[in-house]
């Protein structure tokens, strides 16, 4: 098994991949804490709220959201309606308890924080290895693929990939050989997110399964 680096980015190839149950089943498996730098949006809950329910962790193992924007747009345009300013300088990674430490961004990963900096200016700010979630299925190698060569652009360390939903394996071939990826990983569908479904998908997914 590669070793999971303590602090990791998570970011999507979208939004609604699924970025907050891995971050939920690695906080679980790991007993690491959770961030989430900027949150647009609170309804139905707030993404930490969603950890917290779902992993039952304490309040201990969670850092309070830099940025908690009351609208569902992306963080620029949300923080412009606003009328707050996110500036990169804003973040600076929590000084744990916890030694693992779990990012989650927002959105996928061309997602402006304002009319500067896009989230792997974070990913670099923050100098996190970076996991990108996807969906496993059907279009998947096209917003994959687009996702990483952005990546690769701004020189962003991309630690893995984890491919969401049922199994595909002509994807996961095609994601490894396209984008070398060497951490490559299968995370199932959940028939319900609980404490236990998501420690037994982390075990399956990273502690099982050779990359
Ligand atoms: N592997 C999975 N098993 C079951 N439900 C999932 C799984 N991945 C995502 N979901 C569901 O899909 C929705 C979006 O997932 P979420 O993790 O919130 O996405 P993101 O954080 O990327 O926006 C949620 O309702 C979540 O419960
Ligand atoms: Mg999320």
């Known amino acids: 098994m590669e070793q999971i680096p303590d602090k990791l980015f998570i970011t999507g190839t979208d939004t609604d991949v699924g970025k907050t149950v891995l971050a939920a089943s690695l906080c679980r498996g790991l007993g690491a804490g959770?961030?989430?730098?900027?949150?647009?949006?609170r309804q139905p809950m707030?993404?930490?709220?969603?950890?917290?329910?779902?992993?039952?962790?304490?309040?201990?193992?969670?850092?309070?959201?830099?940025?908690?924007?009351?609208?569902?747009?992306?963080?620029?345009a949300a923080a412009?309606?606003?009328?707050?300013?996110?500036?990169?300088d804003d973040f600076i990674l929590p000084d744990f308890t916890q030694k693992r430490l779990i990012?989650?961004?927002?959105?996928g990963v061309m997602v402006?924080?304002?009319?500067?900096?896009m989230i792997p200016d974070?990913?670099?700010?923050?100098?996190?290895?970076?996991?990108?979630?996807?969906?496993?299925?059907l279009g998947t190698i096209n917003h994959t693929m687009m996702s990483i060569l952005t990546l690769k652009h701004y020189g962003v360390d991309l630690w893995g990939v984890v491919l969401n939903g049922p199994r595909h394996p002509s994807n996961e071939d095609a994601i490894r050989h396209f984008g070398y990826i060497k951490n490559l990983y299968s995370f199932p569908q959940l028939g319900s997110v609980t404490q236990e479904s998501l420690?037994?998908?982390f075990i399956n997914t990273f502690m099982h399964h050779a990359p």
């Open 34 to 41: 959770y961030w989430k730098p900027v949150q647009a949006g």
């Open 46 to 76: 707030t993404d930490t709220e969603q950890v917290k329910h779902w992993t039952g962790h304490p309040d201990s193992f969670f850092y309070p959201e830099t940025h908690c924007l009351d609208l569902p747009m992306s963080p620029h």
């Open 80 to 88: 412009e309606e606003e009328g707050i300013e996110i500036s990169l």
């Open 103 to 107: 990012v989650e961004g927002a959105g």
């Open 112 to 117: 402006p924080l304002n009319r500067q900096y």
């Open 122 to 137: 974070l990913m670099n700010k923050l100098g996190l290895p970076v996991l990108l979630v996807a969906r496993s299925g």
């Open 199 to 201: 420690e037994s998908a």
